[in-house]
C-alpha cells in the first residue's frame, strides 16, 4: 500500500518536468529601454509633448493659482515661472530624444570618400537604424563608383601620356638629334665669323633636347615596365638627387615584375610625389625612401627631416588628394604623420596577391 499510495500520489512534481525559469527582477529597465527605443522619433516627440502639457495642466488644476483681470503683478511673475519651467523640462526631455540624430548627423559629416572602410555603427532605435543602413549603402555604392571613375580617368591619362611620351621621343625627339648633328658639322665648317652663333645654336639644340627628355621621363616612368619597379624607383632617386641637389636614402626590396601595373604605377607616382613636395617645400631636408614587399602587400616609406606640415591648420593640398586618390584606385591605404619642426612620414600599403583581389 504505501508503494501504491507513493505511486499514485500526485502532490509532488514528476521528476521529468521542465524546470521553472527563474524571474529576473533586473530586466524590467532593459525591456523598457529597448521599448523606448523602438518607438519612432514622430511618437517620441509627441510623448514628450503630451507628457510636458499634462504636467502643466496637472499642476495648474491642483495648485491654487489663478489669474484675474487685470492681471497682478504676482500673477504675472507666477505665469512666467511657470511658462520658463515648462520650457526648461521640455528642452532637456526634447534635447534626449533628439541626441541620437546629432550624433548621427555628425558620425555622417566624419565619413571622408578619401578614407574608405569608415562605416556608421548599427542603431537600436528602428528610424535610426534603417538611416545607417541606407547610410552605409550608398557609402559603399559612391568608394565603389569613385574608385572605378578614377582607375577609369587615371588609366586614360597614363596611356595618354604614354602615347604622348611615344610621340615626343620619336618625332621631336628624332628632328632635335638630326638638328643637333647638323649643327655639329656646321659649327666645325662654319666661317670665323659665324662660329660663335654657330656654336650657340648647337647648344641650344643640345638644352632643348636635354628638356625634352627629361619631359618625356617625366610622362612615363623610365624602366617601369621592362626593369620593374625597384629599378624605377632607384632611377628616380638617382634623378631627384642630381636635378635638385636633394639627398636621398634609400632602402628598396626587390619587387617581383610580375605584380600589378597599376599597383606598381600608383607607388611610383606617390613616391614622385612626395619627393618632388619635399625639393619644393624643404629643399635642405634629407629624405628616406624605403620600400618593402611581402606576399600579401608592398609598404613604400617617404619621410624627410623638414620643418613638418602645421596638423592646426591641416590642409589638403593637390598634391595629398592626388596621392589619396591614387591610393583609392588600387585599395590601399596612405597615411601623412607630421608635426611642425620633426619633419613629414608618407605611408603607402598597397594590397597585393589575394588581398588585392578581395579588396578590388
Given at each position: 500500500?504505501?508503494?501504491?499510495?507513493?505511486?499514485?500520489?500526485?502532490?509532488?512534481?514528476?521528476?521529468?518536468?521542465?524546470?521553472?525559469?527563474?524571474?529576473?527582477?533586473?530586466?524590467a529597465?532593459?525591456?523598457?529601454?529597448?521599448?523606448?527605443?523602438?518607438?519612432?522619433?514622430?511618437?517620441?516627440?509627441?510623448?514628450?509633448?503630451?507628457?510636458?502639457?499634462?504636467?502643466?495642466?496637472?499642476?495648474?488644476?491642483?495648485?491654487?493659482?489663478?489669474?484675474?483681470?487685470?492681471?497682478?503683478?504676482?500673477?504675472?511673475?507666477?505665469?512666467v515661472?511657470?511658462?520658463?519651467?515648462?520650457?526648461?523640462?521640455?528642452?532637456?526631455?526634447?534635447?534626449?530624444?533628439?541626441?541620437?540624430?546629432?550624433r548621427?548627423t555628425?558620425?555622417?559629416?566624419?565619413?571622408?570618400?578619401?578614407?574608405p572602410?569608415v562605416?556608421?555603427?548599427?542603431?537600436?532605435?528602428?528610424?535610426?537604424?534603417t538611416?545607417?543602413?541606407?547610410?552605409?549603402?550608398?557609402?559603399?555604392?559612391?568608394?565603389?563608383?569613385?574608385?572605378?571613375?578614377?582607375?577609369?580617368?587615371?588609366?586614360a591619362?597614363?596611356?595618354?601620356?604614354?602615347r604622348?611620351?611615344?610621340?615626343?621621343?620619336?618625332?621631336?625627339?628624332?628632328?632635335?638629334?638630326?638638328?643637333?648633328?647638323?649643327?655639329?658639322?656646321?659649327?666645325?665648317?662654319?666661317?670665323d665669323?659665324?662660329?660663335?652663333?654657330?656654336?650657340?645654336?648647337?647648344?641650344?639644340?643640345?638644352?632643348?633636347?636635354?628638356?625634352?627628355?627629361?619631359?618625356?621621363?617625366?610622362?612615363?616612368?623610365?624602366?617601369?615596365?621592362?626593369?620593374?619597379?625597384?629599378?624605377?624607383?632607384?632611377?628616380?632617386?638617382?634623378?631627384?638627387?642630381?636635378?635638385?641637389?636633394?639627398?636621398?636614402?634609400?632602402?628598396?626590396?626587390?619587387?617581383?615584375?610580375?605584380?600589378?601595373?597599376?599597383?606598381?604605377?600608383?607607388?611610383?607616382?606617390?613616391?614622385?610625389?612626395?619627393?618632388?613636395?619635399?625639393?619644393?617645400?624643404?629643399?635642405?631636408?634629407?629624405?628616406?625612401?624605403?620600400?618593402?614587399?611581402?606576399s600579401?602587400?608592398?609598404?613604400?616609406?617617404?619621410?624627410?627631416?623638414?620643418?613638418?606640415?602645421?596638423?592646426?591648420?591641416?590642409?589638403?593640398?593637390?598634391?595629398?588628394?592626388?596621392?589619396?586618390?591614387?591610393?583609392?584606385?588600387?585599395?590601399?591605404?596612405?597615411?601623412?604623420?607630421?608635426?611642425?619642426?620633426?619633419?613629414t612620414?608618407?605611408?603607402?600599403?598597397?594590397?597585393?596577391?589575394?588581398?588585392?583581389?578581395?579588396?578590388?
Amino acid at each position: 500500500m504505501g508503494c501504491g499510495a507513493a505511486e499514485y500520489d500526485d502532490s509532488s512534481p514528476p521528476t521529468n518536468a521542465p524546470p521553472t525559469p527563474a524571474i529576473r527582477h533586473d530586466s524590467a529597465p532593459w525591456d523598457g529601454m529597448r521599448r523606448w527605443q523602438s518607438i519612432s522619433l514622430f511618437w517620441k516627440v509627441f510623448s514628450v509633448n503630451a507628457i510636458v502639457v499634462t504636467a502643466a495642466g496637472v499642476i495648474l488644476v491642483l495648485t491654487p493659482a489663478t489669474v484675474s483681470s487685470p492681471v497682478t503683478l504676482r500673477e504675472a511673475a507666477t505665469v512666467v515661472a511657470g511658462v520658463c519651467a515648462v520650457l526648461v523640462v521640455n528642452l532637456a526631455l526634447m534635447r534626449r530624444a533628439f541626441a541620437p540624430l546629432s550624433r548621427l548627423t555628425a558620425g555622417m559629416a566624419s565619413v571622408d570618400p578619401l578614407q574608405p572602410g569608415v562605416r556608421l555603427e548599427e542603431h537600436d532605435d528602428p528610424e535610426l537604424g534603417t538611416l545607417v543602413t541606407s547610410f552605409n549603402a550608398m557609402a559603399d555604392r559612391l568608394e565603389s563608383e569613385r574608385r572605378l571613375s578614377t582607375a577609369r580617368l587615371l588609366t586614360a591619362q597614363e596611356d595618354e601620356r604614354r602615347r604622348i611620351a611615344g610621340e615626343l621621343h620619336d618625332e621631336v625627339g628624332q628632328h632635335l638629334t638630326a638638328l643637333l648633328l647638323m649643327l655639329d658639322r656646321f659649327a666645325v665648317e662654319a666661317h670665323d665669323a659665324i662660329r660663335g652663333d654657330a656654336q650657340a645654336a648647337r647648344e641650344l639644340a643640345r638644352g632643348s633636347l636635354e628638356q625634352l627628355r627629361g619631359l618625356v621621363r617625366g610622362l612615363r616612368p623610365p624602366g617601369l615596365d621592362e626593369l620593374g619597379l625597384t629599378a624605377a624607383l632607384t632611377a628616380l632617386t638617382r634623378q631627384v638627387s642630381e636635378q635638385t641637389r636633394l639627398p636621398v636614402s634609400r632602402d628598396l626590396d626587390r619587387v617581383p615584375l610580375d605584380i600589378d601595373p597599376a599597383a606598381a604605377l600608383v607607388v611610383y607616382r606617390i613616391a614622385q610625389e612626395c619627393l618632388t613636395n619635399v625639393a619644393r617645400h624643404a629643399p635642405h631636408a634629407h629624405v628616406t625612401l624605403t620600400l618593402s614587399a611581402t606576399s600579401d602587400h608592398l609598404v613604400l616609406r617617404v619621410s624627410d627631416d623638414g620643418p613638418g606640415i602645421d596638423t592646426a591648420n591641416p590642409v589638403d593640398g593637390t598634391g595629398i588628394r592626388f596621392m589619396r586618390e591614387r591610393a583609392l584606385m588600387v585599395g590601399a591605404s596612405l597615411q601623412i604623420n607630421s608635426a611642425p619642426a620633426t619633419g613629414t612620414e608618407v605611408k603607402l600599403t598597397v594590397p597585393t596577391g589575394d588581398r588585392a583581389s578581395a579588396r578590388a
